[in-house]
């Protein structure tokens, strides 16, 4: 074998080893920085169904109770095993809750009396009530916020306020979502 084979022979060893040398190292970290797969939701008292009430809209936006409450369904759903009822007698545990507030501020301006770009801020508290009407958890003062860009159209804009605060909505669901899933 020439020197030129061996030389190229050791720097492919060489390289093969730093490659595992650095998955082991990944390995390592993902295990001490706590990193864990998420385990099943396990709901209070052992229940195994919730059942999602319309929550109170002391808002003047119409129709957002209705997606604070899908967003929460369509996030029990996608990732657990906990059924959600569609009925509350057949239910174990129920969520309710109450939309604060759903407040817009522009936060930046593109002219003397023009908006540029406007923060939309979602506020609901919620609890999980047994049937008898204990509450056995609750959450105050969520909220979740995020910006649109304004646009001339007034209807762009309403609508690009409605996306804002559906995404605030999914967020927030997902919070809800995760206090089940860190050692309830």
Same mark, same amino acid.
């Given at each position: 074998?020439?020197?030129?084979?061996?030389?190229?022979? &050791? *720097?492919?060893? /060489? $390289?093969?080893? +730093?490659? !595992? &040398? *650095?998955?082991? /190292? $990944?390995?390592? +970290?993902? !295990? &001490?920085c706590g990193y864990r797969?998420?385990?099943?939701?396990?709901?209070?008292?052992?229940?195994?169904?919730l059942y999602v009430e319309a929550f109170?809209?002391?808002?003047?936006?119409?129709?957002?109770?209705?997606?604070?409450?899908?967003?929460?369904?369509?996030e029990f759903t996608k990732r657990s095993d906990t059924i959600v009822a569609a009925d509350p007698a057949a239910a174990d545990l129920l969520m309710r809750g109450v939309i604060r507030s759903l407040d817009s501020q522009t936060i930046s301006?593109?002219?003397?009396?023009?908006?540029?770009?406007?923060?939309?801020t979602l506020r609901l508290d919620v609890q999980l009530v047994r049937a008898d009407g204990q509450v056995v958890?609750?959450?105050?003062?969520?909220s979740?916020?995020?910006a649109?860009?304004?646009?001339?159209?007034?209807?762009?804009?309403?609508?690009?306020?409605?996306?804002?605060?559906?995404?605030?909505?999914t967020r927030i669901a997902e919070r809800i979502f995760n206090r089940f899933t860190d050692d309830f």
């Open positions: 074998m020439s020197v030129h084979a061996k030389r190229k022979s &050791a *720097a492919a060893a /060489a $390289g093969t080893c +730093w490659v !595992a &040398a *650095a998955l082991v /190292a $990944g390995a390592a +970290w993902l !295990a &001490a797969f998420q385990g099943p939701v396990e709901l209070p008292g052992n229940a195994r169904s109170q809209n002391r808002t003047n936006q119409d129709g957002l109770d209705v997606l604070v409450v899908n967003a929460i369904v369509f301006s593109r002219g003397k009396d023009a908006a540029g770009e406007r923060r939309v958890w609750e959450a105050k003062g969520l979740d916020n995020d649109y860009p304004v646009t001339d159209d007034k209807f762009e804009n309403e609508q690009r306020e409605r996306r804002t605060a559906a995404l605030a909505a």
